[in-house]
């Protein structure tokens, strides 16, 4: 009889976080993105435009925001010696809403005092990125550690989705609300969106890690190791190592093209900068959330069923990127009439498949060590993510200048990158062949395992 009621209990504790309790984490997310994006949208375009700056400085300013999330992996070790998230979560978004403000007020000094401006603007942007990190961290690790295997591809669809979403929402919103523009005005909404964002994270959060399940291995009630013997012992694992290696070739060649996109459409087919807004828009960002959604529910439905988990996905969605930059490739060197659209869709779709197989993989192996926990685990691939998107930017911008500089002609030099990043998402799916899956898990147990027989110490 007591058996029966706790082996019900346990059933109903494993059930973790339902769709409610993911939507939830979604709008923590989404606050997360809102924020972000006035700094790198609406702060980008005051430095430049109005201030007439170099866009250097905005640029640098974002690339300090994600050298800054090198922390990640000691924020993430933090919530798990606590053993509590949610104030981690809750403290990285008001430390992230203070940055933005303080970016916004740094932002609108720049005219009169460039140089007190500047200085409170790299305060600002550390303010960002330590927020970014410490509450972006511990909100994918508490999803990671509250949510079933079969639900984590659809869990990260949701809330990559809804981050998405966040930054979407946010732009039309702050975009109305500063017009007639004027720096009173600009102060005032930013203070409203960090006010609101504070506030949906602390009820979007209340109560709620009491409703996370623990899908870890029968290590799990083992005390977290120190910061160092916690990265000894990821840096000891096969899984873990290849993991991070492959996030960081991935996410470089998903982030080499962001800044070239829009270039492109203008430079080869001749677009009005409000007509390739438009097309990148509506056809890449389109197919990237369909790629999501499809990747979401498809990965759900077929992980469980599967022995390797959500690589085919990942796999794919790598493929189906380079097919899509490999095409651009040939469309730089014919122009019109090739179908942009179609093939804008195509590469956002397979970004969107990619980007949702690869974070749900990511929750899978969160999970798995002996000893780590998942905080530190997301933020050492937390880490690894930020200085590929830091570095895949810049890559893409200068590759493309040096490229028109050697070649002459910009087809060809918009071909040579692309066909650069085609291979790096290649060698993504190469990687993650061993990197992802529920395979990568157990050899993972495997290794420690064997470690532990032997004697091995991972401090």
């Given at each position: 009889m007591h058996a029966a009621t706790a082996s019900t209990l346990t059933e109903?504790?494993?059930?973790?976080?339902?769709?409610l309790a993911i939507i939830r984490i979604g709008l923590v997310q989404a606050s997360i993105g809102a924020l972000v994006m006035l700094t790198t949208a609406v702060l980008n375009r005051l430095m430049v435009v109005e201030f007439q700056l170099a866009a250097a400085i905005p640029a640098g300013l974002v690339a300090w925001h994600y050298a800054v999330q090198l922390g990640r992996p000691l924020f993430g070790h933090g919530s798990d010696k606590g053993?509590?998230?949610?104030?981690?979560?809750?403290?990285?978004?008001?430390?992230?809403?203070?940055?933005?403000?303080?970016?916004?007020?740094?932002t609108l000094m720049m005219g009169d005092s460039f140089g007190l401006a500047f200085a409170l603007a790299l305060l600002?942007?550390?303010?960002?990125?330590?927020?970014?990190?410490?509450?972006?961290?511990?909100?994918?690790?508490?999803?990671?550690?509250?949510?079933?295997?079969?639900?984590?591809?659809?869990?990260?669809?949701?809330?990559?989705i809804m981050m998405v979403g966040g930054i979407v929402a946010s732009a039309i919103t702050v975009g109305i609300l500063i017009k007639p523009y004027s720096p009173e005005r600009v102060l005032e909404v930013a203070g409203g969106l960090a006010l609101v964002t504070v506030v949906v994270t602390v009820l979007a959060t209340f109560r709620l890690e009491r409703q996370a399940g623990h899908f870890r291995d029968?290590?799990?009630?083992?005390?977290?190791?120190?910061?160092?013997?916690?990265?000894?012992?990821?840096?000891?694992?096969?899984?873990?190592?290849?993991?991070?290696?492959?996030?960081?070739?991935?996410?470089?060649?998903?982030?080499?093209?962001?800044?070239?996109?829009?270039?492109?459409?203008?430079?080869?087919?001749?677009?009005?900068?409000?007509?390739?807004?438009?097309?990148?828009?509506?056809?890449?960002?389109?197919?990237?959330?369909?790629?999501?959604?499809?990747a979401g529910v498809?990965?759900?439905?077929?992980?469980?069923?599967?022995?390797?988990?959500?690589?085919?996905?990942?796999?794919?969605?790598?493929?189906?990127?380079?097919?899509?930059?490999?095409a651009l490739g040939l469309a730089a060197v014919s122009g019109p009439p090739w179908p942009l659209g179609l093939n804008l869709f195509v590469l956002g779709f397979g970004n969107g498949v990619f980007a949702v197989a690869a974070i749900g993989s990511m929750m899978g192996l969160a999970g798995a060590g002996e000893n780590t926990r998942e905080g530190v685990r997301m933020g050492v691939w937390g880490a690894s993510q930020a200085i590929a998107f830091g570095l895949g930017g810049l890559l893409g911008a200068l590759g493309l200048d040096a490229a028109r500089a050697a070649l002459g002609n910009d087809g060809a030099a918009f071909q040579l990158v692309f066909a650069i990043e085609a291979g790096a998402f290649v060698l993504a799916a190469l990687l993650a062949i061993k990197a992802t899956g529920a395979q990568a898990i157990r050899a993972s147990n495997m290794t420690r395992e064997g470690a532990q027989a032997s004697g091995e110490s991972y401090a």
């Open positions: 109903a504790k494993n059930t973790g976080f339902g769709w053993a509590k998230r949610v104030p981690w979560i809750i403290g990285g978004l008001a430390v992230l809403a203070a940055g933005a403000l303080l970016a916004t007020q740094a600002a942007y550390a303010l960002i990125g330590a927020g970014v990190g410490a509450g972006g961290t511990s909100a994918l690790a508490l999803l990671a550690s509250g949510v079933a295997p079969q639900r984590r591809a659809a869990a990260a669809a949701v809330t990559w029968e290590h799990s009630n083992a005390p977290a190791p120190d910061f160092r013997a916690a990265l000894a012992e990821i840096w000891h694992e096969a899984a873990a190592r290849r993991f991070t290696i492959f996030i960081f070739v991935s996410m470089i060649a998903f982030s080499m093209q962001d800044l070239i996109l829009e270039p492109f459409a203008g430079l080869i087919f001749d677009m009005a900068p409000g007509d390739s807004t438009k097309t990148v828009g509506q056809f890449h960002q389109g197919g990237i959330l369909i790629g999501m959604i499809v498809g990965g759900s439905a077929f992980s469980a069923r599967r022995a390797d988990g959500l690589r085919p996905w990942v796999v794919g969605g790598c493929l189906a990127s380079a097919l899509g930059l490999g």
